[in-house]
């Protein structure tokens, strides 16, 4: 029940006043819908990789119909991994900014947050990230008045239940990673996801510094695991001290594990890894792009739209892979899932 209180003539004002709220905030929305905006976006790492450019795609796709110019900055942090690289890198983002006065930021993965989106809380630029693995607060977003974003949320029990599904007497499982500093909350998140998982071994979770290292452990997990999961494998070092190509690893990986493998992101199933339950870079940058959409044209304020991870994961399996290894897989699951036939160095 509704009880109006003060008569007819309280009603009739309450009602004026919803009614030119709601037509304001439509006239506001339509006029910013024609406005042109200008978004600097600052990636972590670099293009072309399927990962970022889905996440500027979605993003795109997520602004909907809004008139945008673009500008791109590449701090491309898996090869620039120094502290001085990735500095001298945001030093240009922030150059960008105070001479190029974009009406929003969008950033992408940690590295972004940790050297440009931090300096600008609470300044009148609003900022949007997405594909970001360490809590808001890491950042000091949490009570920021201007930004807001998407968080990157592994599908870790959805990867290991694929891996199972393809491979059924997986049991003992290593985990690898490199030293890159965004991995803690992943950690945390997959030793959660192991509770979930009673009957598997945790026989091996290692950090790993160097490509030499990497192949070394690889050759102890062929008699030690049933499977090996890899999620850092950006910053090995060769023996000059330079980042390996990720490529490079997968590529030797494939060549060298008669293990099965996983990971969280597509492009690892196109270089060779067997299989992942990913994190699509679309949905990521889809969400994203809706929040600036918001913010942009509906005029909402970033702290008003709460931080979140996107949900949907989706099964992908690279079919030359699992024949390299001898396994058969069912039907089933390749009706069910992404099937990658080759390997990409072979195209």
């Known amino acids: 029940m509704v009880l109006f209180v003060g008569g007819r003539h309280h009603f009739f004002q309450a009602f004026m006043l919803l009614f030119l709220s709601v037509s304001f905030s439509n006239g506001y929305a339509e006029e910013n819908a024609l406005r042109h905006y ?104 949490e009570h920021s008045e201007n930004i807001t974003g998407v968080l990157e949320y592994e599908h870790f029990v959805g990867s290991m239940n694929l891996l199972r599904a393809i491979s059924p007497k997986v049991k003992r499982l290593a985990v690898v990673f490199d030293d890159a500093p965004m991995w803690p909350p992943t950690k945390a998140r997959i030793k959660e996801g192991l509770k979930k998982l009673p009957d598997v071994e945790l026989v091996a979770w290692d950090d790993i510094k160097t490509f030499k290292e990497y192949k070394q452990k690889m050759a102890q997990y062929q008699s030690t695991v049933d499977a090996v999961a890899l999620i850092g494998i950006f910053n090995f070092k ?29 492009d690892r199933v196109h270089h060779g890894t067997l299989c992942a339950v990913t994190v699509s870079g679309k949905e990521q940058g889809y969400a994203a792009g809706q929040m600036a959409r918001q913010i942009l044209v509906e005029g909402i304020k970033a702290r008003k739209i709460p931080f979140k991870p996107t949900a949907r994961g989706v099964p992908v399996i690279n079919l030359a892979r699992a024949q390299k290894l001898g396994i058969k897989v069912k039907s089933t699951l390749l009706l069910s899932a992404e099937i990658i036939q080759d390997f990409e160095w072979d195209k």
Do not use: C
Not at 95 to 102: D, E, F, Q
Not at 238 to 243: R, S, T
């Open 38 to 141: 200008k978004i600097l976006h600052v990636m972590s790492y670099h293009s072309p990789w399927r990962w970022t450019d889905d996440q500027l795609q979605g993003f795109k796709d997520g602004l909907g119909d809004a008139s945008v110019e673009f500008k791109v900055l590449q701090m491309d942090t898996k090869h620039n991994s120094t502290l001085q690289a990735k500095r001298a890198k945001a030093d240009e983002a922030k150059a960008m900014i105070k001479r190029w006065r974009p009406d929003l930021v969008y950033t992408t993965d940690d590295d972004a947050q940790q050297f440009v989106s931090r300096f600008y809380i609470n300044s009148n630029i609003p900022f949007v990230f997405s594909g970001v693995n360490k809590a808001p607060g890491a950042y000091g977003f």
């Open 238 to 266: 060769d023996e000059a001290g330079e980042n390996v190509p990720y490529k490079t690893v997968l590529e030797w990986t494939a060549e060298n594990s008669q293990l099965p493998d996983f990971s969280f992101w597509v």
